[in-house]
């Protein structure tokens, strides 16, 4: 088995979707000669040719709309929007369209496109390039909303996107991008969309993440553990929505603490929800109350400032002890 | 070395009928008799259900919806151009004439237009889009759809129709660029009625016409006269063959007016003078073709009855079936919003059994 | 005093703000003549002229990117959004520069603009008339959220609004618009932002809610105490973000009960965020898990199905029944 | 009656100087010869600036940023021919002459492009907005800007500042349409430099030139060479005149070359021909004024010496300065928010605190 970066292992995810049928096709701002500026969409337009490996104008709102109506006619799109932090422009498109197609034609025309987009911070980008705002999408009722947290996950998971007969927002966690090479098998294999997983066992206490910050969890419980302060379980949301709640919160219901992770500005980010259902379903199982890690609701600092508004091991840790301590 | 000119452009505008129903045999479409007698009974048909439909609103029975007293040459001429079952129509809300012209069953039109979702369901091989109200954001879907045939090597047309007030919106702009530069199958058809609501078409843009907004985008644009049936089947049948045979997209802009108010729930008199309406009471298209038609001895004072009593009966019988349908299950509401419910969706279909009573 | 509706009340804030300072300007679609579709700028421009009180192009995206600019320039532009449902296009404008001019400019460049608009369900509205989408407003950073529940209110609110420095989303319930006539003071007056209100006194559980949900509650604690199941207290948010959690979580902390109320889509809406609040900050006062009545995770349903979606007296009742019989 | 010509369009390009530094004389822009120096010398500061950036990049001390190579006539022209401290500049991102030009400090622009907030200071009186980079969407607060000095009185020119691919977005349209319908003081610059990262320009738009989009809003377009300065500022002059005379908005593309990569983190040669670049080599507008100097005995080649030791020295003072920033407090996160923080941020930088080990 070849050892992938989870740069390679979507564009391998599309270089076989693209390869299996022919209705896949990719489009975006300089996803063609160029291979996308992460170079997620390497190699695909020499192979599919231009007719499907698409170079659009700068247009976010258009490359989303334009892929609704490819949809409508029998294609399946995955749309680059080449940050999450210009994707807003699309965001009519997606609530006003994506989302109500189906419903809106009494199951006629259906949307089964994908909208791939880098997200989340620590690469030392500008303004605008590390970003999180997942709530967003997550919220919009008719559209599911998935992130992968490493390479294996990240092909499993496109390419049960791209099968998906409904909209998909696909956040890829720029961070990870070449951070690390896991063993992709190399035939084509789906990951089910709406499944969680439980990356770490543990019995004291439930981290629950997805994206960047399944590593920084997965770090900081296994440090815990080097150090005997606990066994912490992990969960990997993978699928913001629809929720995975049977895995997710079992498994706070199992430890009786919980730890939320993200990189978003706290206020009305998926850390609420997660909150917010554990309250619902498991608040009678819990020890202590439920804790979360994340951003600040300010704008994402430039550079110089990122890291201290970045959830990391320390502060996981921090957080987490005092779950186990009350 | 200096100045040079670049480029020059010029934006013409097609009439073929004038307000008596006489036509420039010249520019005159290749339209038989049966076909014009049709396109009559269509104009006919949509005015009455749409007076009918206003009655209904007023009546409580009918949600706010947008009239098209006025424009029916502008939207039905163009679609008539089309080929149904093989062309795509991408309509915005003000164009009832073409979804009837098509075969949209009017009780249908009736039931979404009372807020009941079943009304939405598409007629079987009818390639059209449902109602789109967010203004302009459904141009690019047509830019999808015309690119998918093309990819298909369908040479099938997308038509999408908007108003003046649309060509504001930064959606119509991308999807125009976009028709242009990849060359599509599309035509954009503006009904430049000179409102959006209350706001007229001099504050909506400064450019003299909405035609020349094609040349942004290095396609052909053309103003018609839009109360002009013939002249809207032409232009948008040149525009058609155009885009079958590979040659790309065409703007329209049908200058016509919206004789009503904007919707049922808009009063016209607080920003509009009669002197601005009247003038345009008199451009009705649809007398205008029974003008041609009656000199061309088509249609008589009889033939004028027997066409407006047809069309009552329809709408009669429209009116009886929306009555009859049985309440909408609530149920539905859980209905395609995915292929399949998500456990969320059938945890909340079990609230709502509970609310209605079924759960438990 | 004069009695008057909320549509009123509003009018007569806009009127007294833009004779009291001539930086107040009003703009967006159909605001002039026809004073706007609900009626809520009528008179307007007769009284300040078509300079103040601008007809625009039908385009959201530029009002609000105008209104930044002319805030950055020295004026507090009002702008309406005709309906929420279409204040979409707006979201880039909002999230890349209104929330971050003062930022990116370290001070030197401010927005004190207000983006007002209709929301919610309960008119038999078209599709797209009728939406609850607060949250996605209330996650961005460097924006605040309010949302007025009667005439009263949405007065001192909007004139508070106006004259805040930052950026302010003003969401107007509009089953709210001529539903209720109360009196309403001639003069002018500000009701702080940020600043919930306890609407009604209680001690065996909190309902919380906010715009026209409010109504709802108080209706279902009234008829809960007529009926002597229990008094319940009720809080109306007023100001999604900056949160008052001292005054919302503090009656949960005091009751012990907790049923939130909205009209959205429950998942990361803005009662996720509440909960998640009443997680982190009341659970040890919990004497029941906190509760949530909302919409669905559908599209908004049609007239004809909408009563289905939205919460009613009802359904409140029984929700704080089960917190009380916990 | 049938086909009438209702408009007709034409789209100049203006050229004073030629590659060799031969001008038209009929056209040459009032400049007073300290003036054309003045213009030269902050050509040339930006250029070495530029250079020494992408040294900085290079060792790790600056994140990504765009380079302004061979596009220094084309913004700094046209912000020549405002007036600093009275008309607004708001640009994208790819204007760092500009910014020198109105005295922006350049270690201020190191600092930002270091990602340190510090940087983005705005100077006293100097009526500029920071960088924008999400694309087109700075043309909207140009037309708020321009119509607030229209209110007030003032007889003030906004300039916004974007790219070709900028031109694609929705929100480009909007601007120029409500730039027209308000017959506002701004002037567009589209500083048309071929390139969005790897797209060329006849995949952004089917129109032959940019300055023709200006006739879908109704205000005049005009295409200038971009890399000769005269004829930038002669047109921007022009254009400002107009608008500072009520005369409303104008479109001007200047048709110039990226000669650099994207940004530092592009590689050009991915996607982009030596014969597409190799020509535009030769029209750099900096040895091309120098020409046009050294013909009319404004320099020689001491000047041309004295003037880049000039530049050297300025950058290398900046750099120094920059580099002894000291660190900046992350507490600042919590800095500019809001003009008050709110109890939330309180309790976040209180987190933030206890991270930094100030807390407790
Ligand atoms: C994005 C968006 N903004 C606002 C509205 C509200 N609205 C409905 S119709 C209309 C005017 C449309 O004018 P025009 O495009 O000329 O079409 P017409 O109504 O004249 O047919 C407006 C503002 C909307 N439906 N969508
Ligand atoms: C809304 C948005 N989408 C995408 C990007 C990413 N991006 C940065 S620069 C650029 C190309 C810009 O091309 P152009 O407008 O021609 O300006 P140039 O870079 O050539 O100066 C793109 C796609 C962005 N910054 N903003
Ligand atoms: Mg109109
Ligand atoms: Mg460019």
């Known amino acids: 088995m070849a050892r992938l970066n989870m740069v390679q292992a979507i564009d391998q995810a599309l270089q076989q979707e693209m390869e299996r049928d022919d209705t896949v096709i990719v489009l975006g701002e300089d996803v063609g000669k160029d291979g996308g500026v992460f170079r997620v969409t390497e190699g695909l337009v020499e192979r599919f040719g231009e007719n499907r490996v698409i170079d659009t104008p700068l247009a976010e709102s258009a490359i989303l709309g334009f892929s609704i109506g490819a949809a409508i006619a029998g294609f399946r799109p995955v749309a680059e929007m080449q940050f999450s932090g210009f994707s807003y422009p699309a965001f009519d498109q997606m609530v006003s369209h994506a989302g ?39 919220h919009i009722p008719g559209i599911k909303t998935v992130i992968p947290s490493d390479p294996y996950d990240a092909k499993g998971l496109l390419i049960a996107a791209i099968r998906d007969p409904d909209p998909v927002v696909f956040y890829e966690p720029k961070r990870v991008y070449r951070a690390i090479k896991m063993e992709v098998p190399e035939e084509s294999y789906e990951i089910p969309l709406g499944k969680a997983q439980v990356v770490r066992e543990g019995s004291d206490a439930t981290l629950i993440a997805w994206g960047a910050q399944v590593r920084t969890c997965k770090a900081a419980a296994e440090q815990m553990s080097a150090e005997k302060r606990g066994e912490v379980e992990v969960v990997d949301v993978r699928t913001l929505n629809p929720f995975d709640r049977e895995t997710v919160i079992g498994s706070v219901r199992k430890t009786g603490r919980a730890v939320v992770v993200s990189e978003e500005p706290p206020t009305v980010s998926f850390t609420s ?22 951003g600040f609701d300010t704008p994402t600092p430039l550079a110089k400032l990122e890291d201290w508004f970045l959830p990391d091991v320390d502060l996981v840790i921090r957080e987490t002890l005092k779950t186990l301590e009350f | 070395m200096p100045v040079t000119t670049l480029a020059q452009f010029s934006i013409e505008r097609v009439e073929v009928m004038d307000h008596q129903g006489n036509v420039d045999e010249s520019l005159m ?5 049966e076909q014009i007698r049709h396109l009559y009974e269509m104009m006919v048909l949509t005015r009455q259900f749409d007076d009918r439909m206003l009655k209904l609103q007023r009546q409580g029975r009918l949600g706010t919806f947008a009239r098209v007293m006025g424009q029916e040459a502008a939207h039905i001429g163009t679609t008539y151009a089309l080929e149904k079952g093989k062309d795509w129509l991408i309509p915005a809300f003000r164009e009832t004439g073409a979804f009837i012209l098509w075969g949209t069953p009017l009780e249908d039109i009736l039931a979404v ?10 007629g079987e091989g009818v390639r059209v889009l449902p109602v789109s109200i967010p203004i302009a954001t459904h141009l690019l879907h047509a830019t999808g759809i015309a690119w998918a045939m093309k990819q298909k090597g369908e040479d099938a047309v997308a038509l999408t129709v908007f108003g003046d007030g649309a060509t504001s919106e930064g959606d119509f702009s991308e999807a125009m660029n976009f028709g242009g530069v990849f060359k599509l199958p599309v035509i954009f058809l503006c009904q430049n009625n000179q409102w959006a609501i209350s706001v007229p078409y001099h504050k909506q843009t400064a450019a003299t016409t909405v035609a020349q907004k094609a040349i942004a985008y290095g396609m052909p644009g053309v103003q018609v006269d839009g109360n002009d049936i013939f002249a809207v089947y032409r232009v948008a049948k040149e525009a058609a063959d155009r885009a079958r045979s590979g040659g790309g997209p065409t703007l329209i802009e049908a200058h016509t007016y919206r004789l009503s108010d904007h919707t049922t729930s808009d009063d016209a008199r607080r920003y509009r003078t009669a002197e601005d309406l009247d003038p345009w009471l008199e ?21 004028v009855v027997q066409v407006r009593e047809q069309a009552t009966q329809k709408v009669a019988d429209a009116v009886k079936a929306f009555e009859e349908l049985e309440p ?11 292929a399949e419910r998500t456990p969320n969706l059938e945890e909340q279909l079990r609230w709502l059994k509970f609310r209605t009573g079924e759960g438990r």
């Open chain 2, 328 to 338: 909408a299950d609530p149920e539905r509401i859980f209905d395609n919003v995915f």
């Open chain 1, 273 to 294: 929800e997660i909150m917010a259902q554990i309250m619902e379903h498991a608040i009678l199982k819990l020890e202590a109350p439920a804790r979360r890690v994340t």
């Open chain 2, 29 to 33: 479409p290749d339209l038989s008799e």
């Open chain 2, 283 to 303: 451009k009705d298209p649809i007398p205008r073709l029974a003008r041609y038609m009656e000199k061309q001895g088509m249609l008589d004072e009889d033939g």
């Open chain 1, 100 to 138: 109500r197609m189906r419903k809106r034609s009494q199951g006629t025309w259906t949307v089964p496109l994908v909208m791939r987009t880098p997200y989340g911070g620590g690469i030392r980008a500008l303004e605008h390039h590390s970003e999180s705002m997942e709530a967003i999408w997550a």
């Open chain 2, 113 to 122: 237009n009372a807020g009941d979702e079943r009304g939405q369901k598409i």
